[in-house]
T-cell receptor, first 111, second 113 residues
Framework: SQKIEQNSEALNIQEGKTATLTCNYTNYSPAYLQWYRQDPGRGPVFLLLIRENEKEKRKERLKVTFDTTLKQSLFHITASQPADSATYLCALTRYGQNFVFGPGTRLSVLP | KAGVTQTPRYLIKTRGQQVTLSCSPISGHRSVSWYQQTPGQGLQFLFEYFSETQRNKGNFPGRFSGRQFSNSRSEMNVSTLELGDSALYLC????????????FGSGTRLTVV
């Protein structure tokens, strides 16, 4: 069955640095991949979507890459701020199928 | 525009009871999905409804059921509650078209005692 892993359960970085989160998957060929942010006690919030034929997407301080050969997506937050502290989830899907979410990485940006 | 609304926000139930959770999607969104989130299992897909029809179903026992009404509002029901059903239940809606992201509600925190 498909499996999604996210690099680590928790990641601590210093304010101003670039945070890089990893999403790896096996036994799956997603049509597209999404990244969400989740704060404690709240539902996830959609951030970015990247399709299987796209290599990179950017939105303000966020950048996502998608390598279907490596079966990996990287999520970067540049010039990180304490307000970026949250859990970040990747989600994969094929057309007509449900989204499969990774376990998430809890990011803490230290002032 | 209003977001996805889930009610109630919190629930405490006793083992063996049943519960019904409600979700109102964003206006114009016909796809509604339900997820269960627990610390150990993460986000697990329950089911998806589109135009009152169940389109996909996750790997949950038959005690978990759902439905969608003509106005796209959705309900999920869990019968014969077990302690392990304690979780955050999230509803999400999506705009029409491929490649759109979910908009999640704030969830219903269910505690089974």
């Amino acid at each position: 069955s498909q499996k999604i892993e996210q690099n680590s359960e928790a990641l601590n970085i210093q304010e101003g640095k670039t945070a890089t989160l990893t999403c790896n998957y096996t036994n799956y060929s997603p049509a597209y991949l999404q990244w969400y942010r989740q704060d404690p006690g709240r539902g996830p919030v959609f951030l970015l979507l990247i399709r299987e034929n796209e290599k990179e997407k950017r939105k303000e301080r966020l950048k996502v890459t998608f390598d279907t050969t490596l079966k990996q997506s990287l999520f970067h937050i540049t010039a990180s701020q304490p307000a970026d502290s949250a859990t970040y989830l990747c989600a994969l899907t094929r057309y007509g199928q449900n989204f499969v979410f990774g376990p998430g990485t809890r990011l803490s940006v230290l002032p | 525009k209003a977001g996805v609304t889930q009610t109630p926000r919190y629930l405490i139930k006793t083992r063996g009871q049943q519960v019904t959770l409600s979700c109102s999607p964003i206006s114009g969104h016909r796809s509604v999905s339900w997820y269960q989130q627990t610390p150990g299992q993460g986000l697990q897909f329950l089911f998806e409804y589109f135009s009152e029809t169940q389109r996909n179903k996750g790997n949950f026992p038959g005690r978990f059921s759902g439905r969608q009404f003509s106005n796209s509002r959705s309900e999920m029901n869990v019968s014969t509650l077990e302690l392990g059903d304690s979780a955050l239940y999230l509803c999400a809606s999506r705009a029409p078209g491929q490649g759109t992201g979910y908009t999640f509600g704030s969830g219903t925190r269910l505690t089974v005692v």
